[in-house]
């Protein structure tokens, strides 16, 4: 039992060392293509974050750390900032020049005033808040996205006759793809039979 809670960890760090590398890759990538619109930099700014929220957990790789549960809901909390920035993607694909520098910092800035509140008061509280927020956001953030994409895909099919290429379907199952990830892999990480096998790890 021991042996096989050792390699699944083993590939669990392997993975999300894979995942760091790609994300930081990408960011190197899409660096250069930044200027060409809202979309590309929005797109670049969050390969950025993924590349960072990915980096920061290698705190856990200190033994003194690695089951502070008081580190991991701050962590936790910090990804969250990744999800204003993910969630005004998708709507700039759906809607181009919807997303404002503004809208998208102010919102970057509430889920990231979570942070310091967590840091004076670390209570379950602040992490319950900060996840309702992130949740707020996704959900509203589908919501849109139905709306956009229903008008663009009918102003697309009443102007153009050849629309496979144009077509932005693809943008809503994305966005469903992600927001359904999230939500699992946040429940997966809260269940108790997660939380058991870290610790007898």
Known sequence: MTY???TLEALAHFMRGATTMFFLFWSVILWKY????RMMRLLNLSSVLLAICYLKDTVFLLYDWKYSE???????IIDMIYIPVIARFFL????PGIVTNKQM????????????????FPYEAVCIAASILAY???????????IFVIRY????????????????LWVLFACYAYFA????????????????STNSA
């Open 4 to 6: 096989e809670i050792y």
């Open 34 to 37: 930044r200027r060409r619109n």
């Open 70 to 76: 008081y580190l991991n809901d701050l962590a936790g």
């Open 92 to 95: 700039e694909v759906a809607n």
């Open 105 to 120: 910092f102010s919102s970057m800035a509430c889920q990231a005033a979570f942070i310091p509140i967590y840091m004076v």
């Open 136 to 146: 707020s956001i996704s959900v509203t953030t589908v919501v849109y996205m139905h």
């Open 153 to 168: 895909r009918k102003r697309m099919f009443n102007t153009y006759s050849y629309t496979e290429n144009i077509d932005v």
């Open 181 to 196: 990830t999230h939500i699992l892999y946040t429940t997966l990480s809260k269940s108790p039979s997660m939380t058991l």
